[in-house]
């Protein structure tokens, strides 16, 4: 029987986080999520020959995530999962104007003020008119406009970035066109696109070291099974169960900093 103490950071991570993407770089928050694994399943493959005995042995492990996903009414996510095998679109609501949206007052040069409401196409909000005190500010002068893409800012929302020292009270004038409706539609024969997946864990008794599990290239190995609440059991949200299974000959990686020695 093993004796000695147990190395805790090596053991214990917790909440795994778990984002989906075309790559890399495009790759989101699925958002909340539980019971987190990741497997490294065995697979053999042997050919025999019938006069010269086995000729072949092949070994491999093939990466999976499995996860509770929680956020499946989240149809840009189911998309991201299942694109590919489903097809997103979205109708447009009726244009909307904001006025005076509160902005706070002062602003700190460089750090960007995300706007309340966003277009349903992800683009910028439109007629956007920044106040200071009052007085209307100038675009590309006093401050700068950018679009989200979901690493660098909230996906779709627009931000003002400031340029020059404001300490006035600061409100924002602009124009959006919300979404009135998005429907998914699948049942054609189509091919499942690869995503990118990642999971990324922090040890217990030390945040800043994470574990990080990518799988370049995974489709889903599962159905796509929508729960509604339960009226009778208040508490408890129902789940997607995701099994994102890493295509065969793509590789995966296991990037540790909790116990690097």
Known sequence: MATGALNQKSLLIEQGTVWAGDDAGSAVDLGSVEN???TAEQSRFQRDSDNRGTILTQNRLNGIANFDWLEGG??????????????????????TTVTT????????VGQPIKLANKNGDNSEVTSIVIDAAGTPLTLNTDYAVYVGDGVNGSLGY?????????????????????NAKKTITGGSLKTSTPRYIKIVGPSADDATKK????????????DLVLPFLDIERAQDIGVISMVMRNDKGSLWTIDDEINPT
């Open 158 to 178: 627009t931000y003002i970035t400031p340029i020059t020292a404001q300490a006035g009270i600061l409100d924002a004038d602009y124009s959006y066109t919300p």
């Open 101 to 108: 949206e509160a902005l706070g007052t002062g602003w700190t």
């Open 211 to 222: 574990r990080t599990i990518v799988c370049l290239s995974a489709t889903p190995d599962n």
């Open 74 to 95: 989240d149809m840009d996510n189911i998309d991201e999962l299942f694109k590919g095998l489903v097809t997103l679109s979205s109708t447009a609501g009726t244009p």
């Open 36 to 38: 987190v694994i990741f």
